[in-house]
């Protein structure tokens, strides 16, 4: 089992974390994919692509039948972008489920799809607001979580590591250096054992499903900057659709909440629970993002849907 770390050399902040990492002790050249290189330090792959990362599609699938290698999950290296231009360090889950068929795919992705979420995500996060704190990065630096969104269609367990937001940034050393500290460390390619690992250290099994908020989802962040709390897919309020029945057209449906939300939050829940074994994914909900139809809407939903409601203290250990 491996673990694909994916950089791109159209993204300087993609190349630049990858290349302060290929600078640190114990790699190797790899095989090949389609003429890209790679290369192994014990059971991670780096993977130099010429592409942008959200087209990339099935990587994991193409680096198994390239070298018989079985992907456990997936870090992509890229650039933030942001209209207000701040500079931040930010991790996400990828996936557009709230897509219809047919609709245009800008960032990659496939309609109705998410790829498992990294387990990694909350754990990494809390190591990098260490690193940025460490290395002099905050305040000028955000660390982030973002929302799920755009591509490329993968099946692993699968997050993105970001600098952000405007070129200046992209190319900055200090943020390259942290990403590549924050891969180093969190893989355990160093001394330390590695940090995130679901396997090792699922000894509370509560999962975080976010459900509403903005793009940087405040709320859900407060409960994953404590330790020991996992976190999956984040669903902000723009890509839960829901059609106020008061406006619908035909009387007969005036108590029906149309949109794609449901199967939203469905394939959410589904590829959250695949990405942590044996854990049990509870909702959390930004209750104060809702108008009060919606809020009832979706509780009515997760309810049918045997899907638990979780607290703030419900997902922190200690």
Same mark, same amino acid.
């Given at each position: 089992?491996?673990?694909?770390?994916?950089?791109?050399?159209?993204?300087?902040?993609?190349?630049?974390?990858?290349? !302060?990492?290929?600078?640190?002790?114990?790699?190797?050249?790899?095989? !090949?994919?389609?003429?890209?290189? @790679? $290369?192994?330090?014990?059971? %991670?792959? #780096?993977?130099?692509?010429?592409?942008?990362?959200?087209?990339?599609?099935?990587?994991?699938?193409?680096?198994?039948?390239?070298?018989?290698?079985? *992907?456990?999950?997936?870090?992509?290296?890229?650039?933030?972008?942001? @209209?207000? +231009?701040?500079?931040?360090?930010?991790?996400?889950?990828?996936?557009?489920?709230?897509?219809?068929?047919?609709?245009?795919?800008?960032?990659?992705?496939?309609?109705?799809?998410?790829?498992? =979420?990294?387990?990694?995500?909350? =754990?990494?996060?809390?190591?990098?607001? +260490?690193?940025? &704190?460490?290395?002099? #990065?905050?305040?000028?630096?955000? %660390?982030?979580?973002?929302?799920?969104?755009?591509?490329?269609?993968?099946? !692993?367990? /699968?997050?993105?590591?970001?600098?952000?937001?405007?070129?200046? $940034?992209?190319?900055?050393?200090?943020?390259?250096?942290?990403?590549?500290?924050? %891969?180093?460390?969190?893989?355990?390619?160093?001394?330390?054992?590695?940090?995130? &690992?679901? @396997?090792?250290?699922?000894?509370?099994?509560?999962?975080?499903?976010?459900?509403?908020?903005?793009? $940087? *989802? =405040?709320?859900?962040?407060?409960?994953?900057?404590?330790?020991? *709390?996992?976190?999956?897919?984040?669903? =902000?309020? $723009?890509?839960?659709?829901?059609?106020?029945?008061?406006?619908?057209?035909?009387?007969?449906?005036?108590?029906?909440?149309?949109? /794609?939300?449901?199967?939203?939050?469905? *394939?959410?829940?589904? /590829?959250?629970?695949?990405?942590?074994?044996?854990?049990?994914?509870?909702?959390?909900?930004?209750?104060?993002?809702?108008?009060?139809?919606?809020?009832?809407?979706?509780?009515?939903?997760? /309810?049918?849907?045997?899907?638990?409601?979780?607290?703030?203290?419900?997902?922190?250990?200690?």
């Amino acid at each position: 089992m491996v673990t694909l770390v994916v950089a791109t050399s159209a993204d300087p902040a993609s190349i630049g974390p990858a290349s !302060s990492l290929l600078a640190m002790p114990g790699w190797h050249p790899g095989p !090949s994919l389609q003429d890209a290189a @790679s $290369y192994t330090n014990k059971e %991670v792959r #780096l993977i130099k692509l010429d592409k942008r990362l959200v087209v990339e599609n099935h990587l994991d699938k193409r680096w198994e039948e390239a070298t018989g290698e079985t *992907v456990d999950d997936v870090v992509f290296l890229s650039k933030h972008v942001a @209209s207000s +231009n701040r500079p931040a360090l930010t991790i996400h889950p990828i996936g557009t489920p709230h897509l219809r068929e047919g609709e245009a795919l800008i960032a990659g992705g496939k309609p109705g799809w998410a790829a498992p =979420p990294n387990p990694r995500i909350g =754990p990494w996060f809390r190591l990098l607001k +260490n690193i940025a &704190n460490s290395h002099n #990065l905050v305040p000028e630096f955000e %660390v982030t979580l973002e929302a799920t969104h755009h591509g490329p269609e993968i099946n !692993s367990s /699968t997050m993105f590591v970001e600098i952000g937001s405007t070129e200046e $940034y992209w190319k900055r050393q200090d943020a390259a250096q942290a990403i590549a500290l924050l %891969v180093w460390e969190g893989l355990g390619l160093g001394e330390r054992i590695a940090v995130g &690992n679901w @396997s090792r250290d699922n000894d509370r099994n509560k999962i975080l499903l976010g459900i509403g908020g903005g793009h $940087y *989802v =405040p709320r859900h962040m407060d409960i994953v900057r404590k330790d020991g *709390v996992w976190i999956g897919h984040m669903l =902000p309020g $723009y890509s839960l659709l829901m059609e106020d029945p008061r406006e619908a057209k035909s009387p007969t449906n005036s108590t029906v909440v149309g949109g /794609t939300w449901r199967e939203t939050i469905r *394939v959410a829940f589904e /590829t959250t629970k695949l990405a942590f074994p044996g854990g049990e994914v509870l909702a959390h909900l930004d209750h104060k993002s809702f108008k009060g139809w919606q809020r009832n809407a979706i509780i009515r939903f997760l /309810t049918e849907q045997n899907i638990k409601i979780g607290k703030p203290s419900d997902f922190c250990p200690w």
